[in-house]
């Protein structure tokens, strides 16, 4: 079976608005292209025990999950420490990252024309960002060659971790989709068919949506409510979804009821997911 993904998004730069999380949309995009969606997302500060909380459950989970941010070697990153205590597994030195770490100081001393000292106290402490849970495998990092990590989970799932920087995290997304998901690509095909109805109360609807969840299993009935769109107005948009292959007699039951209920019709949309 196809496993749910999820994500985590961690830091408090996200949470008080002084950036925009980009995570999210870019997510959905890499995994809708591939036939696969997202099934849930969580945010969580810069807060070690809210971390190794949200990280404990992912990995007791039989999902794929990606956490982005708080990878890095500086006091307030402390993502790393926190997969190893969820994990209850010591952090240890993992050789090829810390091979790839010498590997990117060694090309920025080259940049700027001067010499590499290995000992140095400031390159000794960029070496922390190869430390991962013990048994952790590294994802590649094209960007700049220092790596994320992937940790199985005891509920027989995976989290991958990539740094919080979009240029560094999305191609680190697309790898390991490709490394450890390509099984699960486009194996279930998902459409989205929706109408939207005018002066239609989500109230009022409730009892078609559930007996149409009902006579048709594994399709989710949705109902998304406007008050002020520009083109609409006051409006509801309501549909199914699901396996592509079981959408359109859904679809069908559907628009028999709506019928039905004489509800006012207006345009219908169609999405593969």
Known sequence: MTPSFGLIIV????????????????????????????????????????????????FASPDI???????????????RQCAAAALELPLAPHPEAQALICERMQDVAREQGTAFEPERPDNLHRLNMGVFPQGARIIPNPYNKIPGFSCDG????????????PVMAWPMVEWVLERYCA???????????????????????????????AEHPGIKVFSLPSVDHPVHGRHVELGVKGDAGKVPAAWHALRTG????????????????
Not at 65 to 79: K, L, N, Y
Not at 183 to 188: A, D, G, H, T
Not at 258 to 273: K, N, Q, S, Y
Request: net charge neutral; charged share 25%.
């Open 258 to 273: 709506l019928h039905d209920f004489g509800a006012t019709i207006g345009p219908e949309m169609v999405r593969h997911l």
């Open 11 to 58: 830091g408090d730069e996200i949470l008080s608005g002084k950036r925009a999380d980009k995570h999210l949309p870019k997510v959905i995009e890499l995994l809708a292209a591939r036939g696969l969606g997202l099934a849930y997302a969580d945010y969580v500060g810069d807060d070690r025990p809210r971390i190794t909380a949200a990280l404990r459950r992912a």
């Open 183 to 213: 099984r699960w690509f486009n194996r279930r095909p998902q459409t989205e068919h929706s109408v939207v109805l005018y002066g239609a109360m989500e109230g009022a609807l409730t009892p078609l949506m559930e007996r149409i969840e």
């Open 154 to 165: 005891p509920g027989g799932g995976m989290v991958h971790f990539v740094p919080g920087f």
């Open 65 to 79: 999950v990606f956490s982005c941010g708080g990878i890095g070697a500086t006091p307030d990153d402390h993502t």
